[in-house]
C-alpha cells in the first residue's frame, strides 16, 4: 500500500479488517488518491497525521467484518463518521454493513444502520454461480462482478435506486453514502471509485 502522503489526492480509507481489500487500494491509487488502511479508531480519526477523506467498506464476510469491527472498537467510530457525511462506498459486504436491517443475519451480527435500507444475504446464489455482467445503471453503463451478492429489498423515503439487476435492487444511494451489492473492483470499473473522489471534493466546498 503506498504511503498516505505519497500521492496528492484525497485520502480513502479502506476498512482492511477482512476481505477484497487489495483491489481497492489498486483501484484508488491508479486514480490519484492516497490510501490508508483502517483498522482500528486511530486510523479514522486521524491521531497519526492522516485523516481520512471517504471511506471504502469493501467486500467478505458480512459476519466476520462486523466482529471485527466491535473486537477493535471501531463499530461505533466508523458509524459516527459516516452518518457525519464521510463520503462512503460499499461494495457487497459492505453493503450488508450499512443497512439499518438484515433480514438473514448471522447469529449476534448487528450492521453499522447508516443506511435506510433493508437487505437480504446471498440472494443470487452461491459462489459458483458468480458472473461479471454488464449493467445499467443511473449514472451509465458498468461491468462489473457478482460474488454472493446480497439484494436490496426494502428502501427509504431518502434512499436513490441506482442499479436493478432485473426486478432486484443493487445499488443504492443516500446523501453521500454509496451501496453496491457488486465488485466494480475486480473488473477495473472505476466510474463509483471516481464518484467517491468528486463526492470528497463537494463535501469539503460544503463545508
Known amino acids: 500500500m503506498t504511503n498516505p502522503g505519497a500521492l496528492g489526492g484525497p485520502t480513502v480509507g479502506v476498512l482492511a479488517l477482512q476481505g477484497g481489500v487489495a483491489e481497492h487500494v489498486e483501484l484508488l491509487e491508479a486514480l490519484g488518491a492516497r490510501v490508508a488502511a483502517v483498522r482500528t479508531p486511530r486510523d479514522l480519526t486521524g491521531s497519526d497525521g492522516v485523516r481520512v477523506d471517504a471511506m471504502v467498506l469493501p467486500g467478505g464476510e458480512s459476519s466476520v467484518i462486523d466482529r471485527l469491527l466491535r473486537t ?14 464521510l463520503p462512503t462506498l ?9 443497512a439499518e436491517e438484515v433480514l438473514d443475519p448471522a447469529p ?14 446471498n440472494a443470487f446464489g452461491p459462489q459458483v454461480a458468480s458472473s461479471v455482467e454488464s449493467l445499467e445503471t443511473t449514472d451509465g453503463p458498468v461491468s462489473v462482478a457478482f460474488i454472493r451478492a446480497p439484494e436490496v429489498v426494502r428502501t427509504g423515503p431518502g434512499v436513490a435506486v441506482v442499479a436493478r439487476r432485473g426486478p432486484a435492487i443493487v445499488a443504492v444511494r443516500q ?27 463537494v463535501s469539503a466546498r460544503a463545508s
Open 72 to 85: 477493535f472498537e471501531l463499530f461505533e467510530p466508523l458509524r459516527e463518521a459516516i452518518v457525519g457525511g
Open 90 to 98: 460499499a461494495t457487497c459486504a459492505g453493503l450488508i454493513l450499512l
Open 108 to 121: 449476534g451480527q448487528q450492521s453499522l444502520r447508516v443506511m435506510d435500507i433493508t437487505v437480504r444475504r
Open 175 to 201: 446523501r453521500a453514502i454509496t451501496g453496491l451489492a457488486f465488485h466494480p473492483e475486480l473488473t477495473g470499473e472505476t466510474r463509483f471509485h471516481r464518484q467517491l473522489l468528486t463526492q470528497v471534493e
